[in-house]
């Protein structure tokens, strides 16, 4: 199967020759230094460690990338469409739809189903940019938790509920895209 | 072959073939809704408009007529001259494309047509990035034309493909153009729907998103989909389709352009007829009975088992009294490896070719429009002269499984002579291979089989001889197989596996292989080399041309 390849269509490429103080180990030294600084300067040390749960960070709400929510249009229901954009484009293939004919008349296509797997996820937004409705949006939210995989597969129910529980945090980005 | 210049290239292309056709032949990407070679031309969608040389009428010189004419309906003529590489072509496409997007509604996000729409595709590659429309759209609902049809008026392009098929392939011409200019539509007449035999060919033909498929529609988005290259099997024809398919099931089947045997269409009862695959009552584990116990053996030990069985009955009672039914659903693979077993095991074993179903008479096409709304009338052409058959035998193979037991040799029954000699007890143990979607265990069938010692039943569905069955093996469906069929005319057809079989079982040709004492794994081409040299007709196979004669 696929092509068959030639030998010059190998390209070897050598390692670079190694100097005497590469050969000695000496750019160790280097991240030690970094080390180093970091041992013995604690004021540095505290600014960077959060005392968790208790302490929390500040976070910049608008660009956070957390967990999902699907947004409601003015109606209240659901805003997705049903493209399968956000599944198209999700590089850990944690999206899966189920579409079908919307029961609103002005709607033509909304999601029977729509399960994200958040175990699954890896958090990086593109289901985001692909929505052409902006109906799908990461919140600041990042503490979540469950007692079992499954319970990790956010249903649509659960992910509308998280925007009712965010959308004050976090106002829908651009409503007037949509029309409704 | 007539040579013309295409943009300052010298090309060859076929005789009497337009411009249009020549050009997409030698790849060109020439813009066109209204044409399709297997339609009438009407040059109405202006997107193929080219410039070509012709004699100036003072001084009779040649040289670039002012006026473009379009590519579909010009004939190629030794020695011409066109160009599609122009600005005035490049800028007919692009008001083209501003006039057909004026009223579009833009809704490619919940359209089923979406990656693969040529209104996409042309809009990206010859239209304009805005459009300069200032009033609102013409909001045009969807209409239901047909039981499984939907026709979304606000995203047509009026190409009248549709409407062509209709009155030239089927025959039927339920569909029709209304009202004139901008306010043309496609629409039906009162009371009679689009309820022809092969309407689901006008979502194919359609190159927007107009007219879609209810069966399919919203299930899938397109790019998700996977074509396999298959075989129909649902009639003797073996139109060429590939089955479209993810995440292990089929949505959707559609024709390939197969020249001679289904050109580019294939009918519904086959295009729709895929549903049993996901049937959940199939067979899908093998048992052996033992006594009063069912075992359900690995498959690695059920070669072995079956092996010893059938010899054990050829030893006690003989030879003759094995037989082995062959449907007409298998493959021309599999059937030759079951009859080289059940040989190998007993050399004066009986063949027998199973029943091909056969449902009413072959539909031709097109239908006269006289013979009246939905075709059903008389008016039909004969079956050579037919654009389009849809054959009375309900089954892909029957040719092909009557070829091989006739070139095997040896003892051969009939179906109905096997029925008689098993209920006279002139049997000790039969493998009856079914595999029919539909239900076809008589009952004389059933009867015969309780006079038979050890049955083995090789089918995908369940039926009255599944508690008679001293062995089941799960037949696969033939998108989960792959092999080869010999259609009505003796095409040898090869197909592919679109699907892995059901959980649990494993594909009929590998435990056949297995059977018939071969060793690794089975692949259809290796087992149709071993039979060309026995059956030269199986050297050759039929395929349909990979490249489509046209671009969509």
Known sequence: MGRNWKETDVLVVDQPELNMAERLYLPILDGLRVTLKHVVSPGRRKRMVVQYPEQQRVLRTETYRGVHRLNRDEQGRVACTGCFMCETACPAHCIHIEAGEAPWPDREKYPIKFEIDELRCIYCGMCEEACPVDAIELTPEYDMVGRSRSEMVFDKEKLLAVFDATKNVKPRKNPAITGY | ?552
């Open chain 2, 1 to 552: 072959m007539p040579r013309i210049i295409i943009d300052g290239q010298t090309i060859e292309c076929r005789e009497r073939v337009p411009v249009l056709q020549a050009a997409l032949e030698a790849g060109w990407d020439v813009p066109h809704y209204c044409y399709h070679p297997g339609l009438s031309i009407v040059a109405s969608c202006r997107l193929c408009l080219m410039e070509m040389k012709m004699p100036d009428p003072k001084t009779k010189e040649l040289a670039w007529s002012p006026k473009l004419v379009p590519s579909c309906q010009t004939p190629v003529r030794d020695g011409m001259e066109v160009r599609f590489d122009s600005p005035l072509v490049r800028e007919n496409r692009s008001h083209c494309m501003e006039y057909y997007l004026l009223n579009h509604p833009l809704d490619c996000p919940v359209c089923d047509q979406a990656g693969e729409c040529y209104l996409q595709d042309y809009s990206y590659n010859f239209g304009n990035a805005t459009s300069r429309m200032v009033d609102p759209k013409t909001k045009n609902p969807k209409k239901d034309v047909g039981s499984k049809t939907w026709l979304y008026q606000d995203r047509c392009v009026m190409c009248t493909r549709c409407v062509r098929f209709c009155a030239e392939v089927a025959g039927t011409a339920e569909l029709c153009v209304t009202n004139r200019g901008n306010r043309a539509e496609i629409d039906v007449f009162p009371g009679i729907p689009l309820e022809n035999p092969l309407q689901g060919n006008v979502v194919d033909i359609c190159p927007v998103g107009a007219l879609l498929d209810k069966d399919f529609l919203m299930r899938q988005r397109v790019w998700m989909l996977r074509s396999t290259d298959s075989v129909c099997p649902g009639c003797s024809t073996g139109c060429a389709i590939g089955v479209d398919h993810n995440e292990g099931r089929i949505w959707r089947l559609k024709p390939r352009f197969n020249p001679g045997v289904n050109d580019w269409w294939m009918c519904d009862e086959g295009r729709f007829g895929w549903k049993y695959v996901h049937d959940p009552r199939r067979i899908t584990r093998a048992m052996i009975r033992r006594g009063a116990d069912e075992e359900r053996p690995d498959w690695q030990e059920i070669p072995d088992v079956l092996r010893f069985r059938f010899r054990a009955i050829e030893q006690q009672q003989g030879g003759k009294t094995i037989a082995a039914v062959l449907s007409p659903f298998m493959a021309c693979e599999e059937a030759w490896l079951l009859a080289k077993f059940i040989r190998g095991i007993a050399s004066e074993a009986t063949l027998v070719v199973g029943p091909a179903p056969v449902v009413g008479g072959d539909q031709c096409f097109p239908r006269t429009h006289s013979s009246g709304g939905n075709g059903n009338g008389d008016g039909a052409p004969p079956a050579d002269k037919a654009r389009f058959v849809i054959r009375a035998e309900k089954c892909p193979n029957r040719r092909g499984v009557e070829r091989i037991v006739e070139r095997m040799g040896g003892a051969r029954l009939s179906f109905a002579e096997f029925i008689d000699a098993a209920g006279k007890g002139q049997f000790a143990a039969a493998w009856i291979s079914g595999g029919s979607p539909t239900p076809w265990v008589e009952k004389p069938l059933v009867q015969a089989m309780g006079k038979v010692g050890f049955v083995l039943l090789h089918d995908i569905l369940p039926s009255d001889l599944l508690p008679l069955a001293g062995a089941v093996l799960p037949a696969c469906a033939w998108a989960e197989r792959e092999g080869s069929f010999m259609n009505h005319t003796g095409l040898v057809q090869p197909f592919e596996a679109a699907l892995p079989p059901p959980e649990g079982a494993q594909r009929d040709g590998q435990y056949l292989y297995a059977l018939s004492g071969q060793v690794g794994l089975y692949r259809a081409e290796t087992v149709r080399a071993m039979m060309a040299q026995e059956m030269p007709e199986f050297a050759q196979v039929h395929e349909a041309p990979a490249a489509a004669e046209h671009a969509h």
